[in-house]
T-cell receptor, first 115, second 115 residues
Framework: AAGVIQSPRHLIKEKRETATLKCYPI?????VYWYQQGPGQDPQFLISFYEKMQSDKGSIPDRFSAQQFSDYHSELNMSSLELGDSALYFC??????????????FGDGTRLSIL | AQTVTQSQPEMSVQEAETVTLSCTYD???????LFWYKQPPSRQMILVIR??????QNATENRFSVNFQKAAKSFSLKISDSQLGDAAMYFC????????????FGKGTRLHILP
């Protein structure tokens, strides 16, 4: 079965640079979620989109922005990168949101390293 | 705010034996979902099992089962007939049923399987 696709798998940047992470949800999934997992930490929710509109927001820095496109893929844009942004960034997708019990299916993550 | 607590940072179990991972959570809500996710060294985030809070019956998925005690706000995971492939970080997680998208994760329990 098709899974959530994230690209790139690894990304190395320097401080103050910008980065764009991409997420392609499972076909027919209309909701996308972004999480950040620091080294040795649990994943922290950043932001989510449902039908191309932002649906929920967590601890996402102002330097980060995201959007969901008409084909339901999503991009997380990160600017003025800091050393503390080094982390594993997960994207997840689901069919529907809200009170539905549709599970979030996670991609393999993008490992971002800031030098 | 909801919190998820996993009090066992690491555990070990002999292959073929049974192990129980503990999880407690705090919420003022009556309707929610609970999950156990597995993160092996390959870093994927894999859904192991989920439980709807309104269901009294404990969820079971093959060798994995939960002991859900709603009044005590406890949600432990039992792994029977442990296999080498079960070695991973296990995250207990909570999601509100009130329209919030975010999943709140515990700090994780690293499970080692001893051959």
């Amino acid at each position: 079965a098709a899974g959530v696709i994230q690209s790139p798998r690894h990304l190395i940047k320097e401080k103050r640079e910008t980065a764009t992470l991409k997420c392609y949800p499972i076909p027919r999934h209309d909701t996308v979620y972004w999480y950040q997992q620091g080294p040795g930490q649990d994943p922290q929710f950043l932001i989510s989109f449902y039908e191309k509109m932002q649906s929920d927001k967590g601890s996402i820095p102002d330097r980060f922005s995201a959007q969901q496109f008409s084909d339901y893929h999503s991009e997380l844009n990160m600017s003025s990168l800091e050393l503390g942004d080094s982390a594993l960034y997960f994207c997840a997708s689901s069919l529907g949101r809200g009170t539905g019990n549709q599970p979030q299916h996670f991609g393999d993550g993008t490992r971002l390293s800031i030098l | 705010a909801q919190t998820v607590t996993q009090s066992q940072p690491e555990m070990s179990v002999q292959e073929a034996e049974t192990v129980t991972l503990s999880c407690t959570y705090d919420t003022s809500e009556s309707d929610y979902y609970l999950f156990w996710y597995k993160q092996p060294p390959s870093r994927q985030m894999i859904l192991v099992i989920r439980q709807e809070a309104y269901k009294q019956q404990n969820a079971t998925e093959n060798r994995f089962s939960v002991n859900f005690q709603k009044a005590a706000k406890s949600f432990s995971l039992k792994i029977s007939d442990s296999q080498l492939g079960d070695a991973a970080m296990y995250f207990c997680a909570y999601r509100s049923a009130r329209g919030e998208d975010k999943i709140i994760f515990g700090k994780g329990t690293r499970l080692h399987i001893l051959p």
